[in-house]
């Protein structure tokens, strides 16, 4: 089955209207709203890459940096996430736990592998799996909102715990940096042009028709 792409059309990304190329892509526009077409997304792959390695640093201050602090009369605490998760299970929370586990360790590292995995194999023009591979972009999209759960918890942790000026809490540089990590993976994650992923199997098929033409 030919693709709508090799027989020289795109979808508006503004509109969803399927429209005839010109000769010069660049110069082809949406005969209803006017806006750019393109076949895919122009520089997703580069720009997928520079957010996913942005990503991957600023998780590693995520993870070290204390993401609470607290403030008293008598002392002065800070606590990581891992520190947390740790507290929480110790304390018989062991739903808390492992809940902020899957929310703060566990997505954030899976969506960097399955996209840093999808722009591998869409560079290598794999034909592999291309069906799998789809479910997984969209499995990272969907998930991605779900990354702000730690974030969420920190901030009623912080609107429980104010106590005025005897004591306080508030929100530490690790979750500013884990918040940055949870948007530049969603960021990522839309930049990535999933139609990427059936271009080599669209190619593999032109092949084959080529070969019994």
Known sequence: MASAASRGLASCHVCGLLSHLHAHHEASACPRCRARLHLRKPGSIV???FLLILAAVLYIPA???????SHSLLENQSSTILAGIILFWKGG???VAALIFI??????????????????????RSRWAPQQRTQLYRMVDFIGRWSMLDI??????????????????????GSLAFGAVVIITMLAAHTFDPRLIWDAADYQQQEQEEEHG
């Open 103 to 124: 929310a703060s360790i566990v997505v954030p590292m899976t969506k960097l592998i399955a996209l840093a995995l999808l722009l591998i194999t869409v560079q290598r």
């Open 63 to 69: 993870n070290m940096l204390p993401i609470l602090e």
């Open 152 to 173: 969420f918890v920190v901030a009623l942790t912080v609107a429980l715990v104010q106590v005025g000026a005897l004591a306080s809490i508030k929100p530490g540089a």
């Open 47 to 49: 720009r997928t890459w």
């Open 93 to 95: 929370s062991w739903f």
